[in-house]
């Protein structure tokens, strides 16, 4: 996670969208601006402020998803390049914002801002909603006379009372071309950590699962492919198996289903074992890998038989020859183990051989 700490303010551009969402045969009713807000210092430090406590403790990871076909990844990615310019980019996501976001929104700014985060470059998009107030300041009357002079205050924003605060947030390092965009996301009017399903569509990403519960899933679903696949053929299920297994158990901190199934599936089986692990909601380029909830599970290489035998073995053993299964004409198996027996057990518990 981000230190948001580290968070500075650059340049802040800020349009103004209306009531509701908008369809695409409705003429145009957003206020859009045409530069940079002009910032002082003070004005910068009080939108890093309101920024970084409204970010901290809050804020959820998402990435990506390609499904949505929302143009903010692009833009993103763009701007946080170099390729891409304020303005007409900034214009280009308020109108995709103002599209998806309900009819019950309500009239609010969108803010587009650059600066860096844990020293690197970063892009903000947020949308806020405008408050009511009043600016009370001392004066004096014609006569001399101290009083107050209040004025009341229409677009107030960033008051300690604002309703509303969305965020989505990027640094240039997870904004690469060639791999999905990743970025944190908060929603300051929802309860916890809740975020605005609209909000998440409009950048085109969704949350990121736990990397534990994402390799159960991996394992799961390879599972019941390889006993779908494979159920007629004990030589192809085998193989698959100990694939499965050395993948779970190698030293490499990634999985992926591509991958996967380029390296150890046969042809005609990598479109469906792809296709099977995109519908539960995996990434199929990579993630994370952490095995703690199938530790127990990925020990051993398991083969059952039609009438009742069990064989656990290593998956190295498979790997080097010493176990071997081979399939006859007959519809039957042979299963082969070379290795030194050390014990046997039976009715009366194990022997020593």
Same mark, same amino acid.
């Given at each position: 996670?981000?230190?948001?700490?580290?968070?500075?303010?650059?340049?802040? #551009?800020?349009?103004?969208?209306?009531?509701?969402?908008?369809?695409?045969d409705e003429p145009e009713t957003i206020e859009f601006s045409e530069a940079p807000i002009e910032l002082s210092d003070?004005?910068?430090?009080? #939108?890093?402020?309101? =920024?970084?406590?409204?970010?901290?403790?809050?804020a959820r990871p998402v990435v990506e998803d390609p499904s949505l076909s929302s143009p903010t990844p692009?833009?993103?990615?763009?701007l946080l390049s170099g390729a891409g310019s304020l303005v007409p980019d900034s214009i280009a996501l308020t109108r995709s =914002?103002?599209? =998806?976001?309900?009819?019950?929104?309500?009239?609010?700014?969108?803010?587009? #801002?650059?600066?860096?985060l844990d020293g690197e470059p970063c892009l903000v998009i947020t949308k806020m909603e405008h408050e009511e107030g009043m600016r009370v300041q001392r004066t004096s009357t014609a006569e001399g006379k101290l009083t107050y002079k209040a004025?009341?205050?229409?677009?107030? #924003?960033l008051g300690e009372g604002t309703q509303v605060f969305k965020i989505g947030i990027f640094k240039e390092s997870d904004a690469d071309e060639d791999a999905p965009l990743r970025g944190l996301v908060v929603d300051a009017q929802q309860s916890g950590?809740?975020?605005a399903a609209y909000f998440v569509e409009f950048l085109g990403c969704q949350f990121v699962k736990r990397s534990d519960v994402l390799t159960e899933t991996f394992f799961k679903e390879g599972q019941r492919f390889i006993a779908r696949t494979a159920k007629d053929d004990p030589e192809k299920h085998a193989d698959y198996q100990i694939a499965l297994l050395s993948e779970m158990q190698s030293s490499s901190k990634i999985l992926s289903a591509e991958a996967f199934a380029q390296r150890h599936l046969r042809q005609e089986d990598q479109d469906a074992f792809i296709t099977q692990l995109a519908g539960c909601g995996l990434p199929i380029k990579s993630f994370r890998k952490d095995v703690t909830l199938v530790a127990s599970s990925i020990k051993r290489f398991k083969l059952q038989t039609q009438r009742g035998a069990t064989v656990l073995a290593p998956p190295e053993m498979y790997s080097d020859g010493s176990l071997t299964v081979e399939s006859s004409d007959e519809h039957l198996s042979t299963l082969t183990i070379k290795d030194h027996i050390t014990h046997m057990s039976g009715a009366s518990g194990p022997k020593a051989l």
């Open positions: 996670m981000s230190d948001f700490g580290t968070l500075t303010v650059k340049q802040v #551009i800020m349009h103004r969208i209306p009531r509701g969402g908008r369809r695409s003070l004005d910068r430090g009080f #939108i890093e402020l309101r =920024l970084k406590s409204t970010l901290a403790g809050r692009t833009t993103v990615k763009g =914002l103002h599209e =998806l976001q309900k009819w019950v929104s309500p009239v609010g700014l969108v803010m587009v #801002i650059t600066g860096e004025e009341y205050l229409r677009d107030l #924003i950590s809740g975020v």
